[in-house]
């Protein structure tokens, strides 16, 4: 079961759309499948080490495993441009834009041109995906109730994540028999991403043309562009600035993660490719589809900063064991780490696509979108590639020195999440004042 909330009790407009949203989101997680950082990743450091410096493709892997977050940089700029128009059509032609860019990747040779190529299809995939999460979250604004919203987008991520899951496992397990089977693997999953991109142009929005001419409206009575308007937020809004400014360490943290563990596993353990793929993404998302309807329950009914005071923890525990796993040479506590790791993305996940909603207007939430996103681009560039050069650096000590380096990112989640605590506790306090 995957939520509570019976189906007869939703909306009309919210029965109609939701599986019109399942269908389209769960064709499109094949091609995102093969897009997951963990499996990209995977890809570059096995297939291309004999083609460049192993530096140049740890910073390769560093790129690719933190391109879903970075890629995110690109959001303002696309909500802007989809700004009082039709955000279906914008949706289906950026899902476009991703399975082209996934097909493209296949053709990529063993180079160091080829491995430039594959890292910068990987990053314009996921630039056509961020706008599709920032456009998409203002739909599901638009389509879903408040009090079961999350709920719902639970019950998509689910079966969008199982989706994932699948995908990955299958191209590891295939991978590690023959592995030149992604050059055909990777453009299947990209035909099936068009196949969605067609569906998703069917979707409705509901009194989509109000809104439209709402964000028409907010355009012209703005002074300047989406920056600036998003400047103006982060001014004025003091506690969407605060919960920013934590998610910023927070992000940071466990940004790092995946990219170390690719790493890790690979060049500490010698882990091989089918379960390097297992830990860093088929079993945690298959956590996120355990675990999400529980977290979907806790969103819908409270607070963002009340329920990020509790949901931080779960990253907290997942990198703590993954730290210990690394430190104390115990190859078990990986797989321990990762359903953890699955559980703290389900609470994750939500939270990100909907957490901004508590603190924006319905004709600002593609804006509170835009900057969340955006503040997520910064931290997954500046965070996979600093975790990697401070592995690098600890590695110039000596060998083995690098095992340490999962301690960078633990300290940023624990203080984030010890600071999430503070805020809620206050923000009570003031609304019971």
């Known amino acids: 079961m995957l939520s509570t909330t019976p189906r007869q009790s939703l909306p009309f407009i919210a029965r109609t759309l939701m599986p019109r949203e399942i269908w389209a989101n769960g064709t499109m997680a094949v091609a995102l499948g093969a897009l997951e950082g963990g499996v990209v990743g995977v890809l570059v450091k096995n297939e291309f080490e004999s083609v460049a410096p192993t530096a140049w493709v740890n ?24 700004e ?47 706008g599709v999460i920032t456009l998409r979250a203002a739909i599901w604004r638009a389509n879903f109730p408040r009090h079961v919203r999350a709920q719902i987008t639970g019950r998509i991520t689910v079966i969008y994540s199982m989706i994932i899951a699948f995908t990955a496992a299958a191209l590891g397990s295939v991978m590690s028999i023959w592995p030149e089977s992604w050059r055909w693997m990777f453009p299947i999953c990209g035909v099936l991403g ?14 989509g043309a109000r809104l439209r001419r709402s964000e028409q409206a907010q355009r012209l009575q703005r002074q300047g562009g989406q920056f600036r308007a998003a400047f103006g937020i982060l001014r004025t809004d003091v506690w969407f600035r605060r919960y920013m400014l934590t998610m910023f360490a927070f992000g940071s943290g466990n940004l790092m993660v995946i990219a170390l563990l690719i790493i890790i596993l690979s060049d500490q353990f010698g882990f091989a490719k089918l379960s390097q793929m297992l830990i860093t993404t088929s079993l945690p998302l298959i956590g996120v589809a355990v675990f999400t309807p529980i977290w979907a329950r806790r969103l819908d009914a409270t607070h963002i900063l009340d329920y990020r005071a509790r949901q931080a923890w779960s990253f907290v525990l997942a990198i703590g064991l993954f730290a210990l ?56 560039l500046i965070a996979p590639l600093t ?21 960078f990112p633990f300290a940023l989640t624990l203080g984030a999440a010890v600071t999430f605590v503070i805020l809620a506790r206050l923000r009570r306090q003031l609304v019971s004042a």
């Open 59 to 82: 910073l390769a892997v560093a790129l690719v495993a933190g391109a879903p977050a970075f890629a995110n940089m690109a959001s303002l700029t696309i909500s802007g441009l989809a």
């Open 84 to 130: 009082g128009r039709d955000k279906t059509a914008w949706v289906s032609r950026l899902m476009v834009l991703t399975s082209i860019a996934l097909i493209a990747m296949a053709f990529m040779p063993y180079t160091l041109a080829g491995l430039v190529g594959l890292t910068m299809a990987v990053v314009l995939a996921r630039l056509a995906w961020a």
């Open 194 to 207: 068009l196949i969605a991109a067609l569906r998703y142009q069917r979707m409705r929005i509901r009194m």
């Open 325 to 380: 796993a690394t430190i104390l040479s115990q190859p078990w506590l990986f797989w321990a780490g990762a359903v953890a790791l699955g559980a703290a993305f389900a609470g994750g996940k939500l939270g990100w696509n909907l957490g901004h909603n508590d603190f924006a207007s319905d004709e600002q939430s593609t804006l509170y979108m835009g900057i969340h996103v955006t503040l997520t681009g910064i931290r997954g």
């Open 387 to 407: 975790g990697v050069m401070v592995y690098q650096w600890l590695e110039t000590l000596g060998d083995g020195f690098g095992r340490w380096v999962l301690l």
